[in-house]
Each structure stands twice: as C-alpha cells, then as structure tokens.
C-alpha cells in the first residue's frame, strides 16, 4: 500500500490488514509506556486546509506513539493564505523530506491530486476531501463496530452485520467511505435520509435507502446505527433548503430513547463527531451504555498508528 487515498481502493485483505495492525496498537496503548519506536527518524507532517480537531490530534497523537516526527501545518495563517499553491506547498514538504503527508482538504479529489501529481515522493494519508472520502474514519468504524459485534474479530470482516447510517447522506465523506467499506467486509448498508439529502445515482450504490427512521428500525434488524451530522456549513441557505425545520428533521430522522429501545438488544449507536445534540440525536441516546462514540476516537489513534506503520514500516513486525 503506497498511499490511502480512500476505502473503494482497499481490498478485504488489505482492510483487514489494517484492522488487525489497529488491534495490536490498541493493545500497546494499554501499556505504562504507550510509546514505541518503530517510526523514529520518519517525519509526517499534518497539512489541514480545513478545521479539525479530532482528526488532527488522532493523527498527531498516532505518529508521535510510533515515535515519528510530527509538524502540523494549518493553511490559515500560512503562505496558502496569500495564495500559495497546492503544488508550491507540496514542493515546500518535498524539500523539507516529509515521509508521510496527512492531507485535509475542502476540494474533493485534492488528496489524490497530491499523491499522483509527482510533486513529492512521501506517502499520502487522505484525511478527508471535500464531500468524497475519509477512508481512516470508516477504518475507525469498521474497527469500532468489529470489536463490538465480531466474536473473536482478528483475522474476520463485518459479514452479515446490517448497519444503519443516518442523516446527511449527500454531503457526507464519512458515509461514501462507510459504505465501500462496510460491503468489502461483507455487512449490508441501510441508508435512512431525507429524499433532498440523498445523493443522486443512489440506485447504484449497494444501499438500501429508507426516508424515515422508524421504517429503518421495523424493516431491518439492525447490528449498528451510525447518526451523521447535518452538515450546515455545506448547504446552500444552511439547511433551510433541504428540510423545512429542525423539529422535523429530529421528529423523522433523530435518535432518541423511544427509537433506541427499539433496536435489537446488542446494537450499538455510533457517531463521527461532531454531535448535534438534540437534532440527529438526543443526549440520552449519546450518553446511553449502548453508545460507543467515546470508543471510536479512541480507536481512531490505534487505527491511524495502524495506517502510519502499514505505509512508513512496510511489513516489519511491530516492536
């Protein structure tokens, strides 16, 4: 694997791969000393045109666990705010010997531009595009939910798990890499959307799509439902155009303790963050024992140390 650029471009093998690296770093974390040298001397640098939060520190927290070089380069308040170029940036990096870029970028398609164009030798961990792909968070689920879910996971998929992914299908990376994702392991993928936030050419993904939760929740016997954020800042008039208030959107599509109950017992509720308490999901149903959100951020940074070694440490054994 030379770059993760997103999840369609993951074989089964190669995704398990990943999972199960993820969950001998997990097991490091649980060491006094969390710390391991296996990529000292590497340098990964954290290039982010977008905010973030979580991604940035899982990823910076990753990198420095394997003992790599972390610089962190935010585009604001940088030369790409007096119109430096993606390239011209690339050719800084290059010059600077980074081993790994970690690339958040509001242009779908920028990460790919950066591995492909020539501009820098290093690998290129894509850390979301615009509304495409966010393939390290779908590994975070997919690793979330096979923990949970999966009896004895090392070495297995997600195969015949139905999981449930809620809300802002048509803006949403981490729903397109889920997706991919979720079938290449072998679970089935329940989309339950708005008719206004479900992306067009939908009859062509391997979804089923639903237009109301609770017809999501009576037609299928879901393992895992994963809630997504309205993403205002994405829509034309902030939400305004695509549904007619926030009390019918949660009234449809939100999760509450009524809808929860109603799940199979085992299910568990997942979230990418940031939450939008009381729109796609009530506080007691984010706050609930069934709830594992707290869990995937911290798996995010065993996934992530994961992908590092996979790309920076070849196929040496871990230390």
Do not use: C
């Not at 803006?171 to 290449?184: D, E, I, K, M």
Request: no cysteine.
């Amino acid at each position: 694997m030379r770059h993760l650029l997103g999840t369609p471009q993951l074989s089964r093998d190669e995704a398990i791969q990943i999972l199960d690296t993820a969950a001998q770093m997990a097991a490091t974390q649980e060491r006094e000393i969390r710390k391991l040298p296996t990529l000292r001397g590497k340098t990964v640098v954290n290039l982010f045109f977008e905010d973030s939060t979580r991604t940035r520190i899982s990823f910076e927290a990753a990198a420095k666990r394997l003992s790599a070089d972390v610089i962190n380069f935010a585009a604001k308040g940088s030369s790409v705010s007096k119109g430096e170029s993606l390239k011209d940036t690339a050719l800084t990096l290059q010059a600077m010997g980074a081993d790994a870029v970690v690339i958040r970028h509001w242009a779908s398609g920028a990460a790919q531009q950066l591995a492909e164009a020539g501009w820098m030798h290093g690998h290129v961990v894509n850390a979301g595009d615009g509304t495409h792909q966010h393939p390290t968070q779908a590994l975070l689920d997919a690793f979330t939910a096979r923990r949970h879910l999966v009896a004895d996971p090392d070495g297995k998929g997600l195969d015949g798990l139905k999981v449930g992914i809620v809300g802002d299908i048509l803006h949403s990376r981490v729903a397109r890499s889920n997706v991919s994702l979720l079938t290449t392991l072998g679970a089935e993928v329940v989309f339950v959307a708005p008719p206004t936030l479900v992306p067009v050419g939908i009859e062509g993904w391997p979804v089923t799509v639903h237009h109301a939760l609770d017809e999501a929740i009576e037609a299928h016997e879901l393992d895992a439902l994963m809630m997504l954020r309205v993403q205002r800042e994405r829509m034309t008039g902030g939400g305004s155009a695509f549904f007619p208030s926030p009390e019918e959107y949660t009234r449809l599509f939100g999760l509450d303790a009524d809808r929860m109950g109603r799940l199979p017992e085992h299910a568990i509720i997942m979230h990418p963050g940031p939450m939008n308490r009381g729109l796609e999901i009530s506080a007691e149903a984010a706050d609930s024992p069934r709830s594992v959100i707290v869990e995937q951020v911290a798996n995010g940074v065993a996934v992530r140390m994961a992908v590092l070694y996979l790309l920076l440490a070849g196929e040496e054994s871990a230390e």
